[in-house]
Structure formats: C-alpha cells, structure tokens
C-alpha cells in the first residue's frame, strides 16, 4: 500500500514524502526525488508503531535508532491503514484519540 503524508523534517517544516508498506518493509520515499533522505525500515528495526487521531492523523515509527513522525492525508483509510500494517508486521501497533 501507498500512502500520502508529511514528514516532520524539523521544528516547523514538513516535506512530502509517500509511505510505501509491504511485508517486512516500510519505506518512506521524498516525493521530490534527492531532495531528502529515504528511510527503509525493515521488521528487526522497527519497535512500535502509533497512530494518533487528535487535530489530524499522524504515524509515528519507532525504530531501534530513531523516531518518524508524519501527518496522514485526510483522505486516508485508517482501518484500513492498520489491517494492513497488522498483517504486515507482528510489532505494537496501537491507535489513540481524543
């Protein structure tokens, strides 16, 4: 699955990135290509993922090194979105909102 969000790149800034899952794998692609890094993370690097529905939906993955957070497009299936990262994936997935 392919999915549309926005990477926090630093305090204020977000950039464009698709977050591609597959399974064992999630990639997170800049949308404008050799504009910012890709991430590859594969299941044995991932500890948890997050999924926060407050003002807006955000993802955050967690990995053995470091911490990814974006915003999902309004248009995105939540439900969706999380079947599939269950079926992919057999680390924490959890939902929250307020």
Do not use: Q, W
Not at 67 to 79: A, E, G, Q, R, Y
Request: hydrophobic residues 40%; charged residues 30%; contains cysteine.
């Amino acid at each position: 699955m392919i999915y549309d969000v926005k990477l926090k790149t630093g305090f204020f800034e977000k950039t464009l990135y698709k977050l591609f899952i597959s399974e064992n794998l999630i990639v997170l692609s800049p949308v404008i290509l050799g504009s910012n890094k890709e991430f590859s993370i594969t299941s044995e690097h991932l500890v948890s993922i997050e999924i926060i529905n407050i003002k807006h939906t955000e993802i955050e993955i967690k990995t053995l090194n470091e911490s990814l957070t974006c915003i999902l497009s309004k248009k995105t299936d939540i439900s969706k979105l999380i079947t599939v990262l269950k079926e992919n994936f057999n680390k924490k997935i959890s939902y929250k909102e307020e």
